[in-house]
């Protein structure tokens, strides 16, 4: 649940912007407009309290909370309380073989652009970016084949100028390992396909074998906290950041 409390009128103190239920893809401008913030042309403070034990999380696409494009000039504090937690979107892994594993989110984004205020994250709780889903091991190459070979009683072998003889498939390649949920860790790639091979024998080769695919990559996971090169202190509170901040 959220509750605006408008401290004593904005041009005297701050928006205080209270969470207190789990949800998800918070939006701190959008909250803040609807308790009565213009971005164009208020610089009024900002403060949100995420209560005890609430959890923030994200849906594709999205960090799990979001400044928006608040006032440059306007001053925002989020206190994370302890037990709460922020999640990032964890990435998809790789659907098909060769194909990469889906990005992770931010847990927090600052959009605040050419900002000049005061910016402050107290976490007590815990915040972890989204982790990056696995790469999937790449096809293995094609079988390749040689002429057929034909052996008389004698042991005279001939090779025959028609049809073919194909050996093995590749195997596919091993997947790689997705990020832990929550903990803004990176997927890592597939391993390649295996090439195919040929049939024994000497005879010439008339389908060439082919290589194995490349594995796709992994995910890149998203930041814990993201300050979009803005200065935000963060280290103030007892709280546990999993992933990058910066």
């Known amino acids: 649940m959220f509750m605006p409390a408008v401290q004593g009128g904005h041009a005297i103190n701050d928006i205080t912007l209270d969470i207190t239920s789990n949800t998800s893809d918070v939006n701190i401008l959008t909250l803040a407009t609807a308790a009565g913030y213009s971005a164009g042309s208020d610089t009024t403070a900002i403060i949100v309290n995420v209560a005890s034990g609430v959890a923030i999380t994200a849906t594709s696409g ?76 790449g096809s293995g190459g094609s079988a390749g084949a040689r002429r057929p070979q034909t052996c008389d009683s004698k042991g005279f072998c001939s090779c025959s100028f028609s049809g073919a003889v194909y050996g093995s498939a590749g195997g596919t390649g091993s997947n790689g390992t997705a990020g832990a949920s929550c903990m803004g860790q990176n997927g890592t790639a597939g391993g390649t396909g295996g090439s195919g091979s040929y049939p024994g024998g000497s005879c010439p080769i008339v389908v060439t074998a082919g290589s194995g695919q490349a594995g796709g990559a992994g995910g890149t996971a998203g930041k814990a906290l993201n300050k979009s090169g803005l200065t935000v202190t963060h280290g103030n509170g007892s709280g546990t950041y999993n992933g990058t901040v910066g």
């Open 62 to 137: 999205n960090p799990a909370m979001r400044t928006g494009a608040l006032n440059a000039a306007s001053n925002l504090t989020i206190n994370i309380a302890s037990g709460a937690t922020f999640c990032g979107f964890d990435g998809a892994n790789g659907a098909s073989n060769g194909a990469a594993g889906g990005n992770g989110t931010d847990a927090i984004l600052f959009e605040i652009t050419s900002g000049t205020g005061t910016y402050e994250v107290v976490n007590n709780g815990t915040v972890g970016g989204g982790s990056g889903g696995f790469g999937r091991g």
